[in-house]
């Protein structure tokens, strides 16, 4: 399918999402409800559908994306770190701008494009990719206990509810086990996945909000130029350095140029951070840049394939 037909029909579903919030049909709290149906039943399908129908022969080659995806994170992260420090900012500011820039939204928001362009073959690669921001997730939260005095318990409990991950665990098992799930168990799946992108894309929709971004400006402004332009810069080093090319390159680049994942404000609620300045980057360098994702994805596609 033409990938203009396919950007158009996403952002008439974006559009359907916002005009439901101006004329009453929806309210921006729904936003919550439909993020957990999402996170917690149709994207956990998506991810084991794909997972469980891809050539198991492809897996251990597609694992070089999730190392990809976790070197670059570790980059920015170290780079960021530093910079922040070198300004002076407390523990608190630091960890919650952190969580923004290297967490990306390569789920939520990555596996609507890369499948709605690039099908099933680029779902699976997006797949491998996200499940490096799964790890990164883990890997925060217990930092977050270390730094911020969290609990384990609660580590614990957010890791082992984020069904996302159970759904690529056993997406890997069953396939490589061959375990049947009937003709009942795969209907059930599909008709969950098929749900995902148009749920994704309402609640983008309804999301929208541009208020106080003069509050947080210079903080919004540097941390836009950080996920959206110098890390997806040293992707293309990582990618580079690691021999990636093809098909996996272009679905790498394209992981790596997206926005935040709003796995970075649960982080923030969690420990306490300052998850009022990691709600304002939520609102406008995730909403604005997942947009212009959407609508660049050709052009990302073809820098990908010209470097």
């Known amino acids: ?3 203009r037909i396919i950007i158009i029909s996403i952002m008439v579903m974006i559009l359907i999402g916002a005009l439901s919030k ?3 049909l929806l309210k921006e709290e729904d936003v919550e409800i439909l993020n957990n149906i999402v996170i917690n039943m149709a994207l956990p399908c998506m991810i084991f559908n794909a997972l469980y129908s891809v050539d198991v022969s492809l897996l251990p080659s597609l694992s070089i994306l999730t190392v ?3 070197i670059t994170s ?3 992260g170290i780079l960021t770190y530093s910079l922040l420090k070198i300004l002076g900012w407390d523990s608190k500011k630091i960890w919650s701008f952190m969580v923004v820039v290297v967490l990306g939204n390569t789920g939520f928001l990555g596996y609507p494009i890369t499948q709605g362009i690039f099908g099933n073959a680029g ?3 997006a797949v491998f990719c996200d499940i490096s921001t799964s790890i990164t997730f883990i890997i925060l939260s217990f930092l ?7 609990t384990m318990k609660t580590a614990i409990r957010k890791i082992i509810t984020f069904m996302p991950l159970w759904a690529i665990i056993l997406g890997i ?6 375990i049947p799930i009937t003709d009942v168990g795969l209907t059930f799946v599909s008709y969950l996945a098929g749900a995902t992108i148009p749920l994704i894309m309402i609640s983008l929709g309804l999301s929208l909000n541009i208020r106080g971004l003069k509050n947080h400006l210079k903080e919004v402004s540097l941390a836009s130029v950080i996920k959206l332009v110098i890390y997806p810069l040293i992707a293309l080093c990582v990618l580079s350095l690691l021999h990636i090319t093809g098909f996996n390159r272009t679905i790498g680049f ?8 709003m796995l970075g404000l649960v982080i923030a609620i969690t420990y306490k951070l300052d998850w009022d300045l990691t709600l304002h980057f939520y609102n406008y360098i995730i909403q604005f840049s997942n947009h212009s994702n959407i609508l660049n994805v050709h052009s990302l596609t073809n820098i990908s394939r010209a470097l």
């Open 254 to 261: 394209i992981e790596a140029a997206m926005s935040s994942a």
């Open 144 to 150: 977050m206990i270390l730094i911020f005095g969290g």
């Open 173 to 178: 098992v069953f396939n490589i086990f061959s």
């Open 22 to 24: 101006r004329i009453g």
């Open 123 to 125: 779902l699976i690669r």
């Open 68 to 70: 990809y995806i976790l």
């Open 1 to 3: 399918m033409d990938y």
């Open 74 to 76: 570790l980059i920015v």
